[in-house]
């Protein structure tokens, strides 16, 4: 199957930017072809919905995207697809810019390091937690969200063309 959203995924130092979206559907100007409602041979199937409606398995991607399914396993029977016109999906993403102007992997965590840029009442908050923080020996260097990296960590290694998530507790190398 040729997947689009990973196959033009970025790869910055060897590592793939899941976070990086690669299709992206402008309600105004995507059209709807049709519906698909999933019979018992099209469960879990996205491939074969594709193939039936498309002509080939390519735009498997595009009907999970545009639906907001994740995981096409989940698709049962009675569910309602909408097709979309597969020339609507946009792949020009322009990358978030860092604090410093420039493009990276690391604009959000940028955000939340350089709060000179945050409204005042959320330099205070962060002001407020670094100096909490710093009451403690073992604390964080960097104050950021759970869902955001530290300088220095991975949370996956590519060796050998096969990509290794890491789970738990602590992500660095």
Do not use: C, H
Request: hydrophobic share 35%.
């Amino acid at each position: 199957m040729d997947l689009k959203t990973l196959l033009n995924k970025n790869v910055v130092g060897g590592k793939v930017i899941m976070t990086e979206p690669t299709i992206i559907f402008s309600a105004a100007n995507t059209q709807v072809l049709g519906k698909f409602t999933v019979t018992e041979d099209y469960i879990g199937r996205i491939d074969l919905i594709s193939r039936q409606i498309y002509g080939t398995e390519s735009y498997a991607d595009y009907i999970l995207k545009y639906n907001g399914i994740s995981n096409p396993f989940s698709i049962g029977e009675g569910d309602i697809l909408f097709l979309p016109d597969v020339s609507a999906g946009l792949v020009n993403w322009k990358k978030p810019m860092n604090v410093v102007g420039n493009t990276n992997a690391d604009a959000v965590r940028d955000k939340f390091l350089q709060t000179k840029r945050l409204p005042v009442e959320d330099q205070k908050r962060i002001e407020y937690l670094k100096r909490k923080a710093a009451k403690y020996p073992n604390a964080a260097t960097e104050l950021l969200p759970p869902n955001v990296l530290k300088t220095g960590q991975t949370n996956l290694t590519i060796q050998n063309g096969t990509i290794t998530l890491k789970g738990g507790g602590d992500l660095t190398k």
